[in-house]
């Protein structure tokens, strides 16, 4: 009876012990996106403009997803997306990549993965303008003195032989842009799409400069993400990665699936937006070394950074070279 009892006992342990073990196993699948099924949702930030088609274009895409599902999150300001990637609210943006140079210089432990897209900025003037030396101590509207854009104004003065400070750098929410210089109150503004079309479209500015005429390959808007994201989550990173420039082709294609995925995040126009996607290109998203550099020494050569982040520091191009 004894021996009956003791074998009963151990048993009940060795069932217990196996009980244990499964548990801790299911718990390692169910945080990683395992077998049960459950999928990393990942959060990424955005403004509604054109520089985030391929992010709108993979949102749609989702039957495909397997190992993550994609939640689009918007924001209405640079300022309140960058405070949301900084916190770990979002694992990563579509952002300007200045904005995250300075995060990253702050001390925030973000990586540029992929471009959100290639040229397509203009600086855009009032119809009276004729020439770059017509600004001169007028109001130039910028998104942020952190971006591209500020870059490529600086450039237009610097290479039409005038300063900085000969025009008035006034900071304007992309939006406001249009209005304000239908109004008077700005006499050009350079900013991301669709901004820059609608007040072409509607004839009440015009195309001072395309940013390619001013610096071949300039950065402006990237995918950033959460290094601590990339480091837990490998596998669903990388089907990311891999839908994302997939997407890209897509919005290449600027066809009506482009138009038609494209009014789902923004308002605009057909006629705006098909100007917009003439000038703007998602081919070859990724940021190279060379291109990099030159943004690093524009931002130091106009005083905004001291000492800017490397490409090695910054730049993981390892998602996406894998992706092709």
Same mark, same amino acid.
């Given at each position: 009876?004894?021996?009956?009892?003791?074998?009963?006992?151990?048993?009940?342990?060795?069932?217990?012990?196996?009980?244990?073990?499964?548990?801790?196993?299911?718990?390692?699948?169910?945080?990683?996106?395992?077998?049960?099924?459950?999928?990393?949702?990942?959060?990424?930030?955005?403004?509604?403009?054109?520089?985030?088609?391929?992010?709108?274009?993979?949102?749609?895409?989702?039957?495909?997803?397997?190992?993550?599902?994609?939640?689009?999150?918007?924001?209405?300001?640079?300022?309140?997306?960058?405070?949301?990637?900084?916190?770990?609210?979002?694992?990563?943006?579509?952002?300007?990549?200045?904005?995250?140079?300075?995060?990253?210089?702050?001390?925030?432990?973000?990586?540029? +993965?992929?471009?959100?897209?290639?040229?397509?900025? +203009?600086?855009?003037?009032?119809?009276?303008?004729?020439?770059?030396?017509?600004?001169?101590?007028?109001?130039?509207?910028?998104?942020?003195?952190?971006?591209?854009?500020?870059?490529?104004?600086?450039?237009?003065?610097?290479?039409?032989?005038?300063?900085?400070?000969?025009?008035?750098?006034?900071?304007?929410?992309?939006?406001?842009?249009?209005?304000?210089?239908?109004?008077?109150?700005?006499?050009?503004?350079?900013?991301?799409?669709?901004?820059?079309?609608?007040?072409?479209?509607?004839?009440?500015?015009?195309?001072?400069?395309?940013?390619?005429?001013?610096?071949?390959?300039?950065?402006?808007?990237?995918?950033?993400?959460?290094?601590?994201?990339?480091?837990?989550?490998?596998?669903?990173?990388?089907?990311?990665?891999?839908?994302?420039?997939?997407?890209?082709?897509?919005?290449?294609?600027?066809?009506?699936?482009?138009?038609?995925?494209?009014?789902?995040?923004?308002?605009?126009?057909?006629?705006?937006?098909?100007?917009?996607?003439?000038?703007?290109?998602?081919?070859?998203?990724?940021?190279?070394?060379?291109?990099?550099?030159?943004?690093?020494?524009?931002?130091?050569?106009?005083?905004?950074?001291?000492?800017?982040?490397?490409?090695?520091?910054? +730049?993981?191009?390892?998602?996406?070279?894998?992706?092709?």
């Amino acid at each position: 009876m004894k021996k009956k009892s003791g074998k009963l006992v151990m048993l009940i342990w060795l069932l217990s012990i196996m009980l244990i073990l499964s548990a801790c196993g299911n718990t390692g699948q169910e945080a990683s996106g395992g077998s049960n099924g459950e999928k990393r949702t990942i959060k990424i930030g955005y403004l509604p403009i054109t520089h985030a088609i391929p992010l709108y274009i993979e949102n749609e895409q989702k039957e495909n997803f397997k190992n993550f599902d994609l939640e689009l999150v918007k924001f209405g300001s640079w300022p309140e997306l960058m405070d949301a990637l900084n916190t770990g609210r979002i694992d990563g943006a579509s952002v300007l990549i200045t904005l995250a140079m300075r995060a990253k210089e702050q001390g925030i432990d973000l990586k540029a +993965v992929a471009l959100g897209h290639r040229d397509g900025n +203009v600086l855009v003037s009032a119809n009276d303008v004729n020439s770059v030396e017509d600004l001169k101590g007028k109001n130039f509207a910028i998104p942020h003195k952190f971006s591209t854009h500020n870059v490529l104004l600086y450039q237009m003065l610097k290479q039409n032989g005038m300063e900085y400070k000969d025009v008035n750098a006034i900071e304007l929410p992309p939006a406001e842009m249009p209005a304000a210089l239908s109004e008077g109150r700005i006499d050009g503004y350079v900013v991301a799409e669709p901004f820059g079309a609608l007040s072409v479209a509607i004839g009440k500015g015009k195309v001072l400069f395309q940013s390619e005429e001013l610096w071949k390959d300039s950065v402006d808007c990237a995918l950033v993400l959460r290094n601590d994201f990339i480091e837990q989550e490998k596998q669903a990173a990388q089907e990311f990665m891999k839908e994302y420039v997939k997407a890209g082709e897509m919005a290449e294609l600027k066809d009506e699936q482009t138009h038609e995925i494209s009014s789902k995040y923004m308002n605009v126009e057909k006629e705006v937006m098909d100007l917009s996607l003439e000038w703007i290109t998602y081919e070859d998203l990724r940021l190279n070394e060379r291109a990099y550099e030159e943004l690093q020494q524009n931002l130091i050569e106009m005083g905004l950074f001291e000492n800017p982040p490397s490409y090695e520091a910054f +730049v993981d191009n390892s998602l996406i070279d894998k992706a092709k």
